[in-house]
């Protein structure tokens, strides 16, 4: 499994000290933008299912938790050949908050994982359709028993939009210790990996 993140490299020299503090208010100047979009995040992370029942079975047993994986929270596109340039910043994209729900049945756990984040146009950007990758991953000790790389495609306008991504197809057979961990981030690729 492959997840990353495009990274930029600050030099040392003026030039690169100027693109460096030039990176940084262009990104905090998106973050506020994000910012600015209202909602809470209970209408963010509705991820229940009106016709689903849950006992108290389901309760009080074992959901693991998710976590983002380190570096993959965010995603920046870029105008072609010009990486790591604060300027040419097309999206920025962020993950913000995650969650998950667990059903155990006929010795099954069958969990729902939505992660929600906000996406912002950069300096580059355009009104349009924008198609983000995410891959949800859950390890136990060493194993990998499920990873999938899923698209959620996002109608960019003018200032901040939020999405959600849900994965709902996750069976496992239920775990006999607690050692499940699922992670949850942006996957640039490559795409050939589970």
Same mark, same amino acid.
């Given at each position: 499994?492959?997840?990353?993140?495009?990274?930029?490299?600050?030099?040392?020299?003026?030039?690169?000290?100027?693109?460096?503090?030039?990176?940084?208010?262009?990104?905090? %100047?998106?973050?506020?933008?994000? %910012?600015?979009? $209202?909602?809470?995040?209970?209408?963010?992370?509705?991820?229940?299912?009106?016709?689903?029942?849950?006992?108290?079975?389901?309760?009080?047993?074992?959901?693991?938790?998710?976590?983002?994986?380190? *570096?993959?929270?965010?995603?920046?596109?870029?105008?072609? *050949?010009?990486?790591?340039?604060?300027?040419?910043?097309?999206?920025?994209?962020?993950?913000?908050?995650?969650?998950?729900?667990?059903?155990?049945?006929?010795?099954?756990?069958?969990?729902?994982? %939505? %992660?929600? *984040?906000?996406?912002?146009?950069?300096?580059?950007?355009?009104?349009? $359709?924008?198609?983000?990758?995410?891959?949800?991953?859950?390890?136990?000790?060493?194993?990998?028993?499920?990873?999938?790389?899923?698209?959620?495609?996002?109608?960019?306008? *003018?200032?901040?939009?939020?999405?959600?991504?849900?994965?709902?197809?996750?069976?496992?057979?239920?775990?006999?210790?607690?050692?499940?961990?699922?992670?949850?981030?942006?996957?640039?690729?490559?795409?050939?990996?589970?």
């Amino acid at each position: 499994m492959v997840m990353g993140i495009a990274k930029g490299r600050a030099g040392l020299d003026g030039e690169g000290t100027v693109r460096t503090i030039r990176s940084m208010v262009a990104i905090g %100047a998106l973050v506020v933008l994000a %910012a600015c979009q $209202s909602g809470g995040t209970n209408e963010v992370l509705d991820v229940s299912n009106n016709d689903e029942t849950f006992t108290e079975a389901d309760l009080r047993a074992y959901c693991p938790r998710v976590t983002l994986l380190e *570096g993959t929270a965010f995603l920046r596109t870029y105008t072609s *050949g010009n990486d790591g340039n604060p300027d040419e910043i097309v999206h920025q994209a962020v993950i913000s908050d995650v969650t998950r729900t667990c059903r155990y049945r006929n010795g099954q756990l069958f969990m729902t994982v %939505a %992660a929600a *984040g906000r996406v912002v146009n950069g300096p580059k950007g355009a009104p349009g $359709s924008l198609n983000l990758p995410v891959r949800v991953a859950i390890r136990a000790g060493e194993n990998l028993p499920y990873s999938q790389l899923g698209r959620i495609d996002v109608a960019m306008g *003018g200032g901040a939009t939020q999405f959600i991504y849900r994965d709902d197809q996750i069976i496992l057979p239920e775990p006999e210790t607690r050692n499940l961990q699922v992670l949850v981030g942006f996957d640039e690729g490559p795409y050939d990996t589970p």
